[in-house]
């Protein structure tokens, strides 16, 4: 008979993830930079960009280049392999302490992510770690995965954000990553997250087009329109245009601002309607006025 373990509260706290930048597990001189790029988490890569005679090497120098990607302040985060054997070797070296979150390659079920869940509560417990404190990133990158986003989105307390990996999921439908094909598996992404309450990160376009760095911030700031928070970066030119594009100007940090003085005003006199600027502002409005705040700089 199969054991389950009991699961875990999910965590409270909710990062701010604007720009989350992968890095080669296996080059140490991307390692050694990582923490100097500015991303708000470095993703240390033991799948596709690892070559598969290194990735033991990788598994092993894990701990040295946590500590060395986290110097700033950033979150940590690694990214594991998708068969069975790489990911119980990824498990057992990346469960650690220092490390924020795995992020699950070609996410497409719900009982894969609490397979993995109860894996690594079992290494939690076995070293110590406080359980739940790794959570989950799930890439959604197949057209089967986008029947069960829902199921995925609210498969564990761990599950803190989900992805759509456009290249992966273009391939798989054997198109080209383009706006036409990733528009809608990355709205259906986007409110599988915000419904569960999880971070919707990624825009609609190539993440290998790094180079074009106005196509870059244009397909940013489209992102960010349509509700996205952040984007996984696979060069360190990216990250300055994720972390502009996913943060409100001093212009909407101000009207946020007088939004929610008015309404607090507009309270206590028993209304929950009002005009602002000539516009009416209810709940909703309200809604995105404190969630504007919340995206700005921390006092």
């Given at each position: 008979?199969?054991r ?9 706290s909710i ?7 992968f ?12 923490h ?12 596709d ?12 120098r ?21 068969g ?123 993440i ?27 060069h360190p ?49 309200i809604?995105r006025?404190r ?9």
């Amino acid at each position: 008979m199969k054991r389950t373990v009991p699961a875990i509260e999910r965590p409270m706290s909710i990062p701010r993830w604007r720009s989350l930048l992968f890095v080669p597990s296996h080059v140490p001189r991307f390692v050694e930079t990582a923490h100097e790029r500015g991303a708000d988490g470095v993703i240390l890569d033991l799948e596709d960009s690892v070559p598969q005679d290194q990735k033991e090497e990788s598994r092993k120098r894990l701990s040295a280049s946590v500590a060395k990607v986290g110097r700033k302040g950033a979150s940590v985060l690694i990214r594991v392999n998708r068969g069975l054997r790489p990911l119980a070797a990824d498990l057992d070296a990346a469960v650690m302490a220092g490390v924020d979150a795995l992020v699950l390659p070609k996410t497409d079920s719900s009982e894969w992510v609490s397979e993995i869940a109860n894996a690594v509560l079992e290494l939690e417990r076995e070293r110590n770690l406080v359980p739940g404190q790794i959570r989950f990133l799930a890439q959604i990158e197949t057209p089967a995965a986008l029947q069960n986003l829902a199921a995925i989105a609210s498969a564990d307390p761990r599950m803190i954000a989900m992805a759509l990996g456009p290249e992966d999921f273009s391939a798989s439908v054997g198109g080209a990553p383009e706006l036409d094909l990733l528009l809608t598996p990355n709205l259906s992404v986007l409110f599988a997250a915000r419904a569960a309450g999880l971070l919707p990160l990624g825009f609609v376009g190539s993440i290998g087009e790094f180079s074009d760095t106005h196509k870059i911030r244009e397909a940013a700031a489209h992102a960010r329109r349509l509700g996205f928070v952040g984007a996984l970066a696979i060069h360190p030119t990216q990250v300055a245009i994720f972390n502009e594009a996913f943060s409100p100007s001093e212009q909407e940090l101000e009207w946020a601002r007088r939004v929610v003085a008015a309404q607090n005003d507009t309270s206590a006199q028993g209304r929950g309607a009002f005009a602002l600027d000539g516009k009416m502002v209810d709940a909703p409005v309200i809604r995105r006025a404190r969630e504007i705040i919340a995206m700005g700089p921390k006092a």
